[in-house]
Nanobody, 116 residues
């Protein structure tokens, strides 16, 4: 079982930036798949950004604004979010899969609120 701890959420004004971090209980080098998803009130959870074996993928709504990356020194999967918009408001979840397993693990989520 992989435990995930997300951090970095908060309240930010439109146009601002936030950086989310996801710290897995295992080495990030053992992760085949890493992703960020979000769920706004009354909506289904949706893909934001993923990286699979090093290849990133982004939702059209965040392309050019969000960047998924790993910090090898901190052993985290990060999501840099720039030029935030009110429609980015949601709970953001980290999701990972090990090379050695077909099971996907979810974090508990971190709230991001974009409002003036």
């Amino acid at each position: 079982q992989v435990q995930l701890v997300e951090s970095g959420g908060g309240l930010v004004q439109p146009g601002g930036s936030l950086r989310l971090s996801c710290a897995p209980s295992t080495s990030i080098f053992s992760l085949y798949f890493m992703g960020w998803y979000r769920q706004a009130p009354g909506k289904q959870r949706e893909l934001v950004a993923t990286t699979r074996d090093g290849t990133p993928n982004y939702a059209d709504s965040v392309k050019g604004r969000f960047t998924i990356s790993t910090d090898n020194a901190k052993n985290t999967v990060d999501l840099q979010m720039n030029n935030l918009k009110p429609e980015d408001t949601a709970v953001y979840y980290c999701n990972v899969r090990l090379y050695s397993s077909t099971i996907y693990h979810w974090g508990q989520g971190t709230q991001v609120t974009v409002s003036s």
